[in-house]
C-alpha cells in the first residue's frame, strides 16, 4: 500500500468525472497559540496491490512541531480495505483533532504498521487582529 494523494480540504464533493476536493489547505493563520483544530479533514488515496485486499488496515497520523518533536497524541483511522479483486484505489476522508503549540512550519506523518507513508507540511502563522 501506498499514498499517492494527501492533502487537506475543507471537503470533497462527487463531481461529474471523479471526486473534486474543495478549499486545499497549506496553512492556517492564528492570533495566538495554542490553538485546536477540531475536526480537520483530510483527503487519503491509497495505491492497492492484491496483498491489501480485504484486510484490516490502521493509518495512524502523528503531528510534529517544527523542532520535529511529537505534539499530543496520534490521531488514527481503523477499516477495511475493499474486497474486489479489479480495486486499485482506495479513498478516504478521516477528521483529524490537532492541536498547535508552536508558530512555523509542522509536519503530519501518516504511518501504517510502523511504516512512514508521507509526510504532509502545514504552515501555523501569527496573525494580528482586525480592528
Same mark, same amino acid.
Request: aromatic residues 10%; contains cysteine; glycine residues 12%.
Given at each position: 500500500?501506498?499514498?499517492?494523494? %494527501?492533502? /487537506?480540504? $475543507?471537503?470533497?464533493?462527487?463531481?461529474? =468525472?471523479?471526486? $473534486? &476536493?474543495?478549499?486545499? +489547505?497549506?496553512?492556517?493563520? /492564528?492570533?495566538? &497559540?495554542?490553538? +485546536? *483544530?477540531e475536526k480537520m479533514p483530510l483527503f487519503v488515496n491509497l495505491e492497492l496491490d492484491a496483498t491489501d485486499l480485504g484486510r %484490516?488496515?490502521?493509518?495512524? /497520523?502523528?503531528?510534529?512541531?517544527?523542532?520535529?518533536? %511529537?505534539? $499530543?497524541?496520534? =490521531?488514527? *483511522? $481503523? /477499516?477495511t480495505l475493499p474486497s474486489e479483486e479489479d480495486t486499485v484505489t482506495a479513498k478516504l476522508l478521516p477528521t483529524l483533532d490537532l492541536t498547535f503549540h508552536h508558530f512555523g512550519v509542522h509536519t503530519l506523518e501518516i504511518r501504517h504498521d510502523d511504516t512512514m507513508l508521507q509526510r504532509l507540511q502545514l504552515t501555523i502563522t501569527q496573525q494580528g487582529l482586525r480592528k
Open positions: 500500500m501506498t499514498i499517492s494523494c %494527501a492533502v /487537506f480540504v $475543507d471537503g470533497v464533493r462527487q463531481g461529474e =468525472n471523479g471526486i $473534486d &476536493l474543495c478549499g486545499l +489547505t497549506e496553512g492556517f493563520g /492564528f492570533p495566538s &497559540l495554542p490553538v +485546536t *483544530l %484490516a488496515c490502521r493509518l495512524e /497520523f502523528h503531528l510534529l512541531s517544527p523542532s520535529g518533536q %511529537a505534539l $499530543d497524541s496520534p =490521531n488514527w *483511522l $481503523d /477499516f
